[in-house]
């Protein structure tokens, strides 16, 4: 199981960064088809297809994970297969009723303008059927990553991105003669066209699954539908507040920064592009830096279950301290590295120097944000779902001060609202901690965090001289990416020769693990 935990770790990390890959590509070629406008339109019914979404899986897919987790540790094959059923036709019934529900609702919610552009209608009814084929998919995705197996989600993800952008691509140019509400809605004729494709995916490793399970085993009583319901819905919905809590605070953002940039002295237009910089430059890059703490999160869900079950203590403790070893080997030397690096960083991905300061600031909350989504895995794998959303909600509390107290004082001004970012997550992952400790009896050794920092921070003051050096030669496409490349064999080599990294979690890393 151990080596399932890594190896699946690695594969969601590696089809993240393709998938995020073919996006950004694919966000390039369609922003040149359709320009502004024509973005703007399909971008119109995504907030209602969204929110549609999260109504149909609503946290199913991680409950799931956790329950037939439950039942593989057991042996209770049959019983995994139940849930599974139960749960698919909970997921199907949902998604099939919202689905149609937005493909003849898409004209009321034009004519009551609650979508202004009107021009959205295609693309509200192109993306009704997607409601339908992603909701089911996150259903196979939760059984199969529930028996620890990943690359199923992965190569999945893999298609479903090839196949909507195909599509999504070649629908807008062939319908774009037509005018821009036809190629808007051809555009989001991607989403269902990649979630069929990975449906078809999930089915083969579905049925590859069923074929290879044993006849034989312990018999358990058949668990009743009413119960297997209460319990789906029981982890589902405090993982499904935890998932609500991003966006109610991104909104809290939105009413807030804005203008207390306006008393700290900024013009409306100022503080407009500021919070830009922040929310739309800053934060995304963070995210980046975390894909692999967040596939680690994924595959922790189910294999912590499974030690759960079992009441294997021993197993949970190593799997939850090499989780944090490798999250800090991860994020901490990415946090310096962004920090020094902002400017040529935010300079080459966005043209744009002014977000320098704020990307900065919040890249310090990299480290915190890797092990937020660790440490909120965890809990989850312990069946305890109610506490990261718990601790979130008193994040929340100290972000909303930080960003009413430090974005009003002209000399924090966007930066006052990164250091809210970083409190909001630090506060959440620090309250995670304690509870870890209190379940497991695992707490952080201070030499690890030492070793992380110390490493990093040798890293940093030699990337710093290094890039001003090479920029002068040879520009800032080239110096960027030798300096971060120079930079990770640094910190490496340090965290080798200090013991700060053993030949265990150096192997389980992606990429450079199989050189140990």
Known sequence: MANKFVSGTLILTLSGFVVKAIGSINWIILSRILGGEGIGIYQMAFPIYLLALDVSSAGLPIAISIITAEKVAKQDYLGAQRIFRVSLSMLCTTALFLSILMFFGAEFLIDEQIIRESRAYYSLIALAPAIFFTTVIAGYRG?????????????????????????????????????????????????????????????????????????????????????????????????????????????LDLLIVPRRLEVAGYATAQATE???????????????????????????????????????????????????????????????????????????????????????????????????????????????????????????????????????????????????????????????????????????????????VVSAAIMGVIMYFVYNFLYLHIGLFLSLFLTCLLGSAIYIGLMALTGGVTREDAAKMPFIGRFF
């Not at 190569?155 to 821009?180: C, D, H, K």
């Open 274 to 452: 500021l919070f830009g910089y922040l929310t739309g430059m800053s934060v995304p890059l963070i995210n980046l830096a975390t894909i692999l703490t967040a596939a680690m999160a994924m595959s922790l869900v189910p294999a912590i279950s499974h030690s759960f079950t079992l009441k294997n203590f021993d197993e949970i403790y190593e799997r939850t301290a090499s989780a944090m070893r490798i999250s800090f080997l991860v994020t901490i030397p990415f946090s310096v590295m962004l920090y020094v690096m902002a400017e040529p960083v935010v300079t080459f991905i966005y043209n744009a120097p002014a977000a320098t300061d704020a990307t900065r600031a919040v890249a310090i909350a990299i480290c915190f944000l890797g092990l937020h989504q660790i440490t909120t895995a965890i809990l989850q794998g312990l069946k305890k779902p109610k506490i990261p959303v718990i601790n979130m909600a008193v994040a929340c509390v100290a972000k909303v001060a930080c960003n009413w107290f430090l974005v009003a004082i002209p000399s924090f001004g966007i930066t006052g609202a990164s250091y809210a970012t970083v409190a909001d997550i630090g506060v959440a992952a620090a309250l995670n901690l304690f509870f870890i400790y209190r379940y497991t009896g695992y707490i952080i050794h201070a030499n690890i965090i030492v070793k992380n």
């Open 143 to 251: 059984y199969l990553q529930g028996w620890q197996q990943m690359t199923p989600t992965a190569l999945s993800q893999i298609v479903e991105q090839l196949v909507r952008v195909v599509v999504m691509l070649g629908f807008a140019a062939l319908l774009l003669p037509y005018g821009l509400d036809y190629a808007a809605g051809g555009a989001s004729l991607g989403a269902g066209a990649g979630g069929l494709a990975a449906w078809l995916v999930l089915i083969y490793y579905y049925y590859k699954l069923k074929r290879s399970l044993p006849s034989d085993g312990p018999v358990y009583p058949k668990e009743d539908i009413r119960h297997i319901l209460k319990r789906l819905v029981v982890l589902a919905v405090p993982i499904s507040l935890s998932s609500i809590m991003l966006p109610v605070v991104s909104n």
